[in-house]
Protein backbone atom coordinates (compact mmCIF):
# COMPACT_ATOMS: atom_id res chain seq x y z
CA UNK A 1 0.00 0.00 0.00
CA UNK A 2 2.63 2.21 0.59
CA UNK A 3 4.78 1.65 -1.87
CA UNK A 4 1.28 2.39 -4.04
CA UNK A 5 0.08 5.58 -2.90
CA UNK A 6 4.24 6.80 -3.41
CA UNK A 7 3.55 6.37 -7.02
CA UNK A 8 0.04 8.07 -6.83
CA UNK A 9 1.23 11.14 -4.99
CA UNK A 10 4.69 11.37 -7.21
CA UNK A 11 1.53 10.72 -10.44
CA UNK A 12 -0.28 13.09 -8.52
CA UNK A 13 2.54 16.25 -7.90
CA UNK A 14 3.94 16.04 -11.15
CA UNK A 15 1.05 16.00 -13.73
CA UNK A 16 1.63 18.91 -13.99
CA UNK A 17 5.70 19.43 -14.70
CA UNK A 18 5.53 19.49 -18.10
CA UNK A 19 3.32 22.67 -17.92
CA UNK A 20 5.11 23.95 -15.54
CA UNK A 21 8.52 23.39 -17.17
CA UNK A 22 6.87 26.04 -20.25
CA UNK A 23 5.76 28.65 -17.24
CA UNK A 24 9.03 28.42 -15.64
CA UNK A 25 10.58 28.79 -19.21
CA UNK A 26 8.56 31.92 -20.05
CA UNK A 27 8.60 33.47 -16.59
CA UNK A 28 12.76 33.12 -16.62
CA UNK A 29 13.17 36.12 -19.24
CA UNK A 30 11.31 38.24 -16.46
CA UNK A 31 13.19 37.32 -13.50
CA UNK A 32 16.14 39.56 -11.77
CA UNK A 33 19.44 38.75 -11.22
CA UNK A 34 18.44 38.05 -7.78
CA UNK A 35 15.06 36.61 -8.13
CA UNK A 36 14.02 32.95 -6.62
CA UNK A 37 11.52 30.74 -5.90
CA UNK A 38 9.90 27.50 -4.60
CA UNK A 39 6.79 25.96 -5.72
CA UNK A 40 5.08 22.37 -5.10
CA UNK A 41 4.38 20.67 -8.09
CA UNK A 42 2.92 22.98 -10.68
CA UNK A 43 3.04 25.64 -8.33
CA UNK A 44 -1.47 26.49 -8.88
CA UNK A 45 -2.12 24.70 -5.11
CA UNK A 46 -1.37 25.64 -1.78
CA UNK A 47 -2.90 22.44 -0.24
CA UNK A 48 -2.91 19.00 -0.31
CA UNK A 49 -4.47 16.10 0.74
CA UNK A 50 -2.97 12.86 1.77
CA UNK A 51 -4.76 10.12 3.62
CA UNK A 52 -3.68 9.26 7.45
CA UNK A 53 -1.50 6.96 7.88
CA UNK A 54 0.71 6.80 4.64
CA UNK A 55 4.00 7.28 3.32
CA UNK A 56 3.97 9.41 0.16
CA UNK A 57 6.26 12.48 -1.61
CA UNK A 58 5.92 15.63 -2.57
CA UNK A 59 7.74 17.02 -5.56
CA UNK A 60 9.24 20.72 -4.65
CA UNK A 61 11.12 22.90 -7.61
CA UNK A 62 13.41 25.91 -6.88
CA UNK A 63 14.77 28.79 -8.96
CA UNK A 64 17.32 30.92 -8.14
CA UNK A 65 19.54 32.89 -10.11
CA UNK A 66 22.38 34.89 -9.44
CA UNK A 67 25.53 34.79 -11.62
CA UNK A 68 27.67 35.80 -8.72
CA UNK A 69 27.44 32.52 -6.83
CA UNK A 70 26.77 30.13 -9.41
CA UNK A 71 28.90 26.97 -8.72
CA UNK A 72 27.82 27.06 -5.69
CA UNK A 73 26.23 23.70 -3.34
CA UNK A 74 21.76 24.79 -2.92
CA UNK A 75 20.26 22.58 -0.26
CA UNK A 76 16.50 22.58 0.43
CA UNK A 77 15.06 22.20 3.87
CA UNK A 78 11.45 21.03 4.85
CA UNK A 79 10.00 20.79 8.19
CA UNK A 80 6.78 20.00 9.42
CA UNK A 81 5.26 22.27 11.81
CA UNK A 82 3.30 19.48 13.61
CA UNK A 83 4.98 16.01 13.40
CA UNK A 84 2.12 14.45 14.82
CA UNK A 85 -0.25 14.90 11.68
CA UNK A 86 2.86 14.80 8.97
CA UNK A 87 6.58 13.78 9.52
CA UNK A 88 9.34 14.67 7.07
CA UNK A 89 11.28 11.30 6.11
CA UNK A 90 13.87 13.03 3.83
CA UNK A 91 14.66 15.25 1.39
CA UNK A 92 16.13 13.91 -1.85
CA UNK A 93 17.93 15.79 -4.84
CA UNK A 94 15.65 14.79 -8.12
CA UNK A 95 17.61 16.95 -11.06
CA UNK A 96 18.59 19.98 -12.14
CA UNK A 97 17.49 21.43 -15.25
CA UNK A 98 18.47 25.12 -17.24
CA UNK A 99 15.76 26.30 -15.25
CA UNK A 100 15.10 24.67 -12.19
CA UNK A 101 15.85 22.10 -9.28
CA UNK A 102 13.84 19.55 -8.49
CA UNK A 103 13.57 17.91 -5.06
CA UNK A 104 11.30 14.53 -3.77
CA UNK A 105 10.24 14.91 -0.09
CA UNK A 106 9.17 11.78 1.20
CA UNK A 107 6.42 12.23 3.97
CA UNK A 108 4.66 10.30 6.05
CA UNK A 109 1.21 11.35 7.19
CA UNK A 110 -0.12 10.79 10.84
CA UNK A 111 -3.49 11.76 12.87
CA UNK A 112 -5.72 13.15 10.44
CA UNK A 113 -5.23 17.73 10.17
CA UNK A 114 -4.29 20.69 8.94
CA UNK A 115 -0.17 20.56 9.09
CA UNK A 116 1.72 24.09 7.60
CA UNK A 117 5.01 23.55 5.70
CA UNK A 118 8.23 25.63 6.77
CA UNK A 119 10.64 24.85 2.93
CA UNK A 120 13.74 26.98 2.90
CA UNK A 121 16.37 27.31 -0.29
CA UNK A 122 19.59 27.53 1.34
CA UNK A 123 23.10 28.42 -0.64
CA UNK A 124 25.79 26.43 0.95
CA UNK A 125 28.95 28.56 1.56
CA UNK A 126 32.37 26.93 2.00
CA UNK A 127 33.71 26.97 5.52
CA UNK A 128 30.79 29.02 7.16
CA UNK A 129 27.05 28.65 7.87
CA UNK A 130 24.20 27.86 4.88
CA UNK A 131 22.73 31.68 3.68
CA UNK A 132 19.03 31.65 3.48
CA UNK A 133 17.88 32.24 -0.20
CA UNK A 134 14.41 31.89 -0.59
CA UNK A 135 10.98 30.63 2.13
CA UNK A 136 7.81 29.83 1.76
CA UNK A 137 5.39 29.45 4.65
CA UNK A 138 2.05 29.07 2.62
CA UNK A 139 2.20 25.56 1.78
CA UNK A 140 -0.61 23.36 3.42
CA UNK A 141 -0.77 19.27 3.73
CA UNK A 142 -4.04 18.16 5.13
CA UNK A 143 -4.24 14.46 6.21
CA UNK A 144 -7.93 13.01 5.59
CA UNK A 145 -9.25 9.73 7.48
CA UNK A 146 -9.85 7.00 5.57
CA UNK A 147 -12.96 6.76 3.91
CA UNK A 148 -15.09 3.64 5.58
CA UNK A 149 -15.28 1.53 2.71
CA UNK A 150 -14.66 -2.01 2.64
CA UNK A 151 -11.57 -1.89 0.80
CA UNK A 152 -10.03 1.04 3.03
CA UNK A 153 -11.24 -1.23 6.08
CA UNK A 154 -8.95 -4.43 4.33
CA UNK A 155 -6.48 -1.93 3.98
CA UNK A 156 -6.44 -0.52 7.84
CA UNK A 157 -6.42 -4.34 9.18
CA UNK A 158 -3.92 -5.87 10.51
CA UNK A 159 -3.59 -2.66 13.48
CA UNK A 160 -3.93 -3.46 17.32
CA UNK A 161 -6.36 -6.47 17.81
CA UNK A 162 -8.31 -6.16 21.01
CA UNK A 163 -8.24 -8.16 23.83
CA UNK A 164 -11.67 -8.22 24.00
CA UNK A 165 -12.60 -9.94 21.00
CA UNK A 166 -9.77 -13.27 20.67
CA UNK A 167 -11.06 -16.18 20.99
CA UNK A 168 -8.45 -17.48 22.96
CA UNK A 169 -10.12 -15.24 25.51
CA UNK A 170 -13.35 -16.72 25.39
CA UNK A 171 -12.04 -20.19 25.62
CA UNK A 172 -10.40 -19.16 28.90
CA UNK A 173 -13.22 -17.92 30.21
CA UNK A 174 -14.47 -21.31 31.98
CA UNK A 175 -11.08 -21.49 33.48
CA UNK A 176 -11.09 -18.10 34.58
CA UNK A 177 -14.12 -18.52 36.74
CA UNK A 178 -13.26 -22.01 37.90
CA UNK A 179 -9.50 -20.37 39.05
CA UNK A 180 -11.89 -17.50 40.70
CA UNK A 181 -13.42 -20.23 42.57
CA UNK A 182 -11.03 -21.59 43.74
CA UNK A 183 -9.30 -17.96 45.22
CA UNK A 184 -12.82 -17.76 46.71
CA UNK A 185 -11.52 -20.85 48.69
CA UNK A 186 -9.13 -19.45 50.50
CA UNK A 187 -10.30 -15.91 51.71
CA UNK A 188 -9.50 -15.99 55.44
CA UNK A 189 -12.08 -14.07 57.54
CA UNK A 190 -10.17 -12.79 59.96
CA UNK A 191 -8.18 -10.93 57.29
CA UNK A 192 -10.78 -9.28 56.11
CA UNK A 193 -11.68 -8.26 60.16
CA UNK A 194 -8.60 -7.27 60.61
CA UNK A 195 -8.91 -5.07 57.59
CA UNK A 196 -11.80 -3.30 58.45
CA UNK A 197 -9.60 -2.40 61.94
CA UNK A 198 -6.69 -1.47 60.18
CA UNK A 199 -7.06 -0.50 56.53
CA UNK A 200 -3.67 0.18 55.96
CA UNK A 201 -2.20 -2.10 53.37
CA UNK A 202 -5.54 -1.00 51.10
CA UNK A 203 -4.66 2.97 51.05
CA UNK A 204 -1.06 2.14 50.68
CA UNK A 205 -2.51 0.56 47.50
CA UNK A 206 -4.76 3.34 46.88
CA UNK A 207 -1.56 5.81 46.93
CA UNK A 208 0.54 3.97 45.46
CA UNK A 209 -1.59 2.98 42.38
CA UNK A 210 -3.72 6.51 41.84
CA UNK A 211 -1.07 9.27 42.81
CA UNK A 212 2.83 8.21 42.35
CA UNK A 213 1.85 5.91 39.23
CA UNK A 214 0.46 8.47 37.11
CA UNK A 215 3.03 11.24 37.91
CA UNK A 216 5.32 8.57 36.91
CA UNK A 217 3.82 8.30 33.69
CA UNK A 218 3.92 11.78 33.33
CA UNK A 219 7.47 12.41 34.15
CA UNK A 220 8.63 9.72 32.21
CA UNK A 221 6.40 10.57 29.13
CA UNK A 222 8.13 14.03 28.96
CA UNK A 223 11.33 12.36 29.30
CA UNK A 224 11.16 10.48 26.53
CA UNK A 225 8.98 13.14 24.29
CA UNK A 226 6.52 10.93 23.92
CA UNK A 227 3.76 12.43 21.40
CA UNK A 228 0.59 13.55 23.13
CA UNK A 229 -2.11 10.69 22.68
CA UNK A 230 0.89 7.94 23.18
CA UNK A 231 1.51 9.97 26.66
CA UNK A 232 -1.85 10.28 27.99
CA UNK A 233 -1.95 6.40 27.27
CA UNK A 234 0.59 5.81 28.93
CA UNK A 235 -0.87 8.14 32.15
CA UNK A 236 -4.05 6.81 31.64
CA UNK A 237 -2.63 2.83 31.94
CA UNK A 238 -0.71 4.33 35.23
CA UNK A 239 -3.70 5.41 36.54
CA UNK A 240 -5.77 1.97 36.25
CA UNK A 241 -6.63 0.00 39.04
CA UNK A 242 -4.65 -3.44 40.22
CA UNK A 243 -5.56 -6.00 37.40
CA UNK A 244 -7.05 -9.46 38.22
CA UNK A 245 -3.58 -10.76 37.85
CA UNK A 246 -2.74 -9.65 41.03
CA UNK A 247 -3.86 -11.91 43.55
CA UNK A 248 -3.17 -14.74 40.87
CA UNK A 249 1.22 -13.62 41.57
CA UNK A 250 0.37 -12.93 44.96
CA UNK A 251 -0.25 -16.94 45.70
CA UNK A 252 2.43 -17.91 43.34
CA UNK A 253 4.89 -15.51 45.34
CA UNK A 254 3.51 -16.51 48.77
CA UNK A 255 1.77 -13.33 49.34
CA UNK A 256 -1.38 -12.60 51.16
CA UNK A 257 -4.65 -13.76 49.23
CA UNK A 258 -6.95 -12.17 50.94
CA UNK A 259 -5.25 -8.56 51.21
CA UNK A 260 -4.54 -9.19 47.33
CA UNK A 261 -8.09 -10.11 46.71
CA UNK A 262 -9.57 -7.13 48.70
CA UNK A 263 -6.62 -4.79 47.31
CA UNK A 264 -8.41 -5.59 43.29
CA UNK A 265 -11.80 -4.85 44.64
CA UNK A 266 -11.49 -1.94 46.56
CA UNK A 267 -8.80 -0.43 43.93
CA UNK A 268 -11.33 -1.18 41.27
CA UNK A 269 -14.01 0.94 43.34
CA UNK A 270 -11.69 3.77 43.68
CA UNK A 271 -10.71 3.91 39.92
CA UNK A 272 -14.26 4.37 39.15
CA UNK A 273 -13.36 8.66 40.11
CA UNK A 274 -9.92 7.96 40.34
CA UNK A 275 -9.45 7.34 36.58
CA UNK A 276 -11.23 10.69 35.60
CA UNK A 277 -9.36 12.64 37.92
CA UNK A 278 -6.27 11.85 36.50
CA UNK A 279 -7.24 11.83 32.92
CA UNK A 280 -8.61 15.32 33.17
CA UNK A 281 -6.05 16.28 35.24
CA UNK A 282 -2.93 14.68 32.73
CA UNK A 283 -4.66 15.42 29.62
CA UNK A 284 -4.54 19.47 30.75
CA UNK A 285 -0.82 19.12 31.31
CA UNK A 286 -0.32 17.06 27.70
CA UNK A 287 -2.37 19.63 26.25
CA UNK A 288 -4.82 17.23 24.53
CA UNK A 289 -8.53 18.09 24.48
CA UNK A 290 -10.38 15.15 23.77
CA UNK A 291 -13.13 14.17 25.83
CA UNK A 292 -12.42 11.26 27.68
CA UNK A 293 -14.81 8.51 28.54
CA UNK A 294 -14.37 6.24 31.52
CA UNK A 295 -16.16 2.71 30.93
CA UNK A 296 -18.18 2.70 33.63
CA UNK A 297 -20.29 -0.33 32.30
CA UNK A 298 -16.70 -2.50 32.29
CA UNK A 299 -15.73 -1.20 35.68
CA UNK A 300 -18.60 -2.84 36.80
CA UNK A 301 -18.44 -5.70 34.89
CA UNK A 302 -14.83 -6.31 36.36
CA UNK A 303 -16.18 -5.77 39.97
CA UNK A 304 -19.30 -8.58 38.70
CA UNK A 305 -17.06 -10.78 38.11
CA UNK A 306 -14.20 -10.72 40.27
CA UNK A 307 -16.90 -10.66 43.12
CA UNK A 308 -19.42 -13.27 42.05
CA UNK A 309 -17.17 -16.20 41.67
CA UNK A 310 -14.96 -15.42 44.55
CA UNK A 311 -18.19 -15.27 46.79
CA UNK A 312 -19.51 -18.30 45.27
CA UNK A 313 -15.81 -20.10 46.38
CA UNK A 314 -16.47 -18.76 49.75
CA UNK A 315 -19.79 -20.04 50.20
CA UNK A 316 -18.16 -23.36 48.41
CA UNK A 317 -15.58 -23.01 51.18
CA UNK A 318 -18.23 -22.93 54.35
CA UNK A 319 -20.69 -25.61 52.66
CA UNK A 320 -18.72 -28.06 50.56
CA UNK A 321 -15.20 -28.93 52.28
CA UNK A 322 -14.62 -31.64 49.55
CA UNK A 323 -14.75 -29.98 46.67
CA UNK A 324 -12.99 -26.77 48.20
CA UNK A 325 -9.86 -29.84 48.88
CA UNK A 326 -10.25 -30.64 44.75
CA UNK A 327 -10.42 -26.54 43.94
CA UNK A 328 -7.24 -25.63 45.99
CA UNK A 329 -5.61 -28.81 44.18
CA UNK A 330 -6.38 -26.91 40.75
CA UNK A 331 -5.88 -23.52 41.60
CA UNK A 332 -1.85 -23.58 41.26
CA UNK A 333 -2.04 -25.20 38.07
CA UNK A 334 -4.95 -23.43 36.46
CA UNK A 335 -2.94 -20.11 37.54
CA UNK A 336 0.19 -20.90 35.63
CA UNK A 337 -2.17 -22.12 33.20
CA UNK A 338 -3.91 -18.73 32.76
CA UNK A 339 -0.49 -16.91 33.02
CA UNK A 340 0.97 -18.69 30.17
CA UNK A 341 -2.20 -18.35 28.42
CA UNK A 342 -2.46 -14.82 28.62
CA UNK A 343 1.24 -13.65 27.43
CA UNK A 344 0.31 -15.91 24.35
CA UNK A 345 -2.73 -14.20 23.37
CA UNK A 346 -0.84 -10.82 24.43
CA UNK A 347 2.03 -11.49 22.01
CA UNK A 348 0.05 -13.29 19.29
CA UNK A 349 -2.72 -10.11 19.12
CA UNK A 350 0.28 -7.65 19.45
CA UNK A 351 2.47 -9.09 16.51
CA UNK A 352 1.50 -5.97 14.53
CA UNK A 353 1.78 -3.39 17.18
CA UNK A 354 4.95 -4.83 18.03
CA UNK A 355 6.27 -4.46 14.66
CA UNK A 356 5.80 -0.88 14.49
CA UNK A 357 6.11 -0.05 18.03
CA UNK A 358 8.72 2.89 19.08
CA UNK A 359 11.88 1.62 20.76
CA UNK A 360 11.24 4.11 23.42
CA UNK A 361 7.79 3.36 24.24
CA UNK A 362 9.48 -0.25 24.80
CA UNK A 363 12.13 0.78 27.43
CA UNK A 364 9.14 2.67 29.20
CA UNK A 365 6.90 0.63 29.37
CA UNK A 366 9.26 -2.18 30.69
CA UNK A 367 9.77 0.21 33.41
CA UNK A 368 6.75 0.77 34.72
CA UNK A 369 6.15 -2.55 36.36
CA UNK A 370 9.56 -2.45 37.66
CA UNK A 371 8.31 0.80 39.27
CA UNK A 372 5.34 -0.38 40.37
CA UNK A 373 6.83 -3.37 42.54
CA UNK A 374 9.23 -1.06 43.95
CA UNK A 375 6.98 1.75 45.38
CA UNK A 376 4.80 -0.60 46.79
CA UNK A 377 7.64 -2.73 48.17
CA UNK A 378 8.66 0.94 49.39
CA UNK A 379 5.36 2.08 50.85
CA UNK A 380 4.87 -1.48 52.90
CA UNK A 381 8.17 -1.15 54.10
CA UNK A 382 7.75 1.84 55.71
CA UNK A 383 4.15 0.70 57.24
CA UNK A 384 6.05 -2.42 59.02
CA UNK A 385 3.87 -4.68 57.23
CA UNK A 386 4.61 -8.26 57.42
CA UNK A 387 6.33 -9.91 54.36
CA UNK A 388 3.34 -11.57 53.26
CA UNK A 389 1.55 -8.12 53.11
CA UNK A 390 4.99 -6.76 51.68
CA UNK A 391 4.87 -8.94 48.76
CA UNK A 392 1.40 -8.35 47.87
CA UNK A 393 0.92 -4.39 47.83
CA UNK A 394 4.46 -4.61 45.96
CA UNK A 395 2.29 -6.91 43.05
CA UNK A 396 -1.07 -4.66 43.90
CA UNK A 397 0.68 -1.43 42.68
CA UNK A 398 3.04 -2.88 39.80
CA UNK A 399 0.01 -4.88 37.90
CA UNK A 400 -2.10 -2.53 36.19
CA UNK A 401 -5.59 -3.15 34.62
CA UNK A 402 -4.41 -2.88 30.97
CA UNK A 403 -7.89 -3.68 29.79
CA UNK A 404 -9.60 -1.16 31.50
CA UNK A 405 -6.85 1.67 29.88
CA UNK A 406 -7.00 0.06 26.59
CA UNK A 407 -10.73 0.23 26.82
CA UNK A 408 -10.46 4.09 27.80
CA UNK A 409 -8.46 5.03 24.45
CA UNK A 410 -10.74 2.64 22.33
CA UNK A 411 -13.76 5.07 24.22
CA UNK A 412 -11.99 8.33 23.83
CA UNK A 413 -10.22 8.43 19.99
CA UNK A 414 -10.76 7.53 16.59
CA UNK A 415 -9.91 4.35 15.87
CA UNK A 416 -6.26 5.05 14.10
CA UNK A 417 -5.50 7.57 17.19
CA UNK A 418 -6.61 5.04 19.99
CA UNK A 419 -4.38 2.10 18.27
CA UNK A 420 -1.65 4.46 18.52
CA UNK A 421 -2.22 5.76 21.96
CA UNK A 422 -3.15 2.08 22.92
CA UNK A 423 0.19 1.07 22.49
CA UNK A 424 1.58 2.20 25.44
CA UNK A 425 -1.38 -0.02 28.00
CA UNK A 426 -0.62 -3.00 25.42
CA UNK A 427 3.47 -2.81 26.00
CA UNK A 428 2.68 -2.26 29.75
CA UNK A 429 0.38 -5.49 29.96
CA UNK A 430 3.01 -7.44 28.11
CA UNK A 431 5.66 -6.06 30.36
CA UNK A 432 4.23 -6.33 33.30
CA UNK A 433 3.05 -10.39 32.70
CA UNK A 434 6.72 -11.14 31.51
CA UNK A 435 8.03 -9.62 34.18
CA UNK A 436 5.88 -11.53 37.11
CA UNK A 437 6.42 -14.83 35.49
CA UNK A 438 10.07 -14.39 35.07
CA UNK A 439 10.09 -13.74 38.93
CA UNK A 440 7.57 -16.84 39.70
CA UNK A 441 9.70 -18.89 37.64
CA UNK A 442 12.58 -17.61 40.02
CA UNK A 443 10.47 -18.12 42.99
CA UNK A 444 9.63 -21.48 42.37
CA UNK A 445 13.58 -22.36 41.47
CA UNK A 446 14.85 -21.01 44.71
CA UNK A 447 12.03 -23.24 46.91
CA UNK A 448 12.93 -26.26 44.81
CA UNK A 449 16.72 -25.40 45.50
CA UNK A 450 16.37 -24.29 48.84
CA UNK A 451 12.94 -25.39 50.85
CA UNK A 452 11.53 -22.83 53.63
CA UNK A 453 10.82 -25.31 55.24
CA UNK A 454 14.97 -25.17 55.80
CA UNK A 455 14.46 -20.90 56.23
CA UNK A 456 16.23 -20.37 53.35
CA UNK A 457 13.03 -17.97 51.53
CA UNK A 458 14.25 -15.02 52.20
Known sequence: MGTLFTLCCAVLLTHGTPWSQTNLNVGRHNLKADDSFITIGDGSLLEFEFPENSKGVIVVSTWYSN????????????????????????????????????????????????????????????????????????????????????????????????????????????????????????????????????????????????????????????????????????????????????????????????????????????????????????????????????PFIKILGTLLFIAIPISLGVLVKLRLPGLTRLLLMLIRPLSVLLMVGGIFMAYQMGASILANVWPHIVVVGVTVPVLGLGVGALLAQLAGLDPPQRKTVSIEVGVQNSLLALAVMQLSFRRTEADFASQAPFIVALSSTSEMLFLVLVHLARNHLCPPANQCDA
Open 67 to 294: SSTKGQKQTLRVQSLDPEVLSILNVSFSRVSVDAQSYIISIRSGFPGRVQLHIQLLRQERDSAPVLIAERTDYFIIVVPWSDDPASRLIRSGGLSHFSEHPVLFALLPVIFVNKCAFGCKVEGEVLRKLLRRPVPLLLGAVGQFLVMPLYGYCVSQLAHLPKALALGLVITCSAPGGGGGYLYSLLLGGDVTLAISMTLVSTVVAVGAMPLSSALYGQLLGVHAALHV
